[in-house]
């Protein structure tokens, strides 16, 4: 981590930081507070929105656990975010998807020739790594694409889907700017 984590318990000096402190620790109960937790009670302020922000992404969409763990795991692999993997690819073997899908999904080049390594997954999985690839790699997603996503995901979904890659890809640059986890450099392309 490039800067410390704050002491755990965080020390708080208002009601309103006590409050965030509590707030998280909620979210994350019944595990302790995380690496990412400790650093952004750096600043409760920014902690307490993404507390509430993610809060909904991960328990209060109608996306249903494969989807979501399948496009956060995909956005962890394309921006090289392991320290998101190691959390997110176990939630999406445990909503489904095999771990050998999962080691497709964990291969950077995966998805770039359209169809490839598409064997296994059902549509609504595929094309959601797809979508999520567009977002992240391009930001603008194919009108192709997306004509194929809002055949098979409801508009909630496609809103709730796209917020989630978005959402993720935000998490994903802050954990790898600041080396939150110390998992930088430890992926499959890592050099030994």
């Known amino acids: ?17 006590a409050r965030i402190v509590s707030a998280i620790e909620a979210r994350r109960a019944p595990r302790p507070l995380q690496p990412l937790d400790l ?32 496009a956060i795991s995909r956005v962890a692999v394309v ?3 392991w320290y998101e993997w190691t959390h997110h690819a176990p939630l999406a073997v445990a909503g489904g998807v095999g771990e050998e899908l999962m080691e497709r999904v964990k291969t950077p080049e995966a998805l770039e020739v359209e169809g490839q390594g598409r064997e296994g997954f059902g549509e609504r999985q595929w094309l959601a ?7 992240t ?13 809002k055949k098979v995901f409801s508009e909630r979904e ?3 889907l796209t917020a989630t890659v978005a959402c993720y890809n935000c998490v994903s640059r802050f954990l790898v ?9 430890t992926g499959p392309d890592a050099k030994h």
């Open 1 to 17: 981590m490039r800067l410390p984590y704050v002491p755990n318990p965080p020390p708080t000096s208002t009601p309103e930081e």
């Open 39 to 70: 650093t952004l009670l750096h600043s409760p302020p920014v902690a307490d929105g993404w507390n509430s922000f993610l809060g909904a992404i991960r328990t209060r969409t109608s996306l249903p656990q494969d989807i979501r763990e399948l």
């Open 137 to 149: 790699r391009n930001v603008q997603v194919r009108e192709e694409t997306f004509e194929r996503v």
């Open 79 to 81: 921006n090289r975010a």
């Open 177 to 185: 700017a600041l080396d939150v986890g110390e998992r930088n450099g």
């Open 158 to 160: 496609v809103v709730e």
């Open 129 to 135: 790594l797809v979508y999520t690839d567009e977002m």
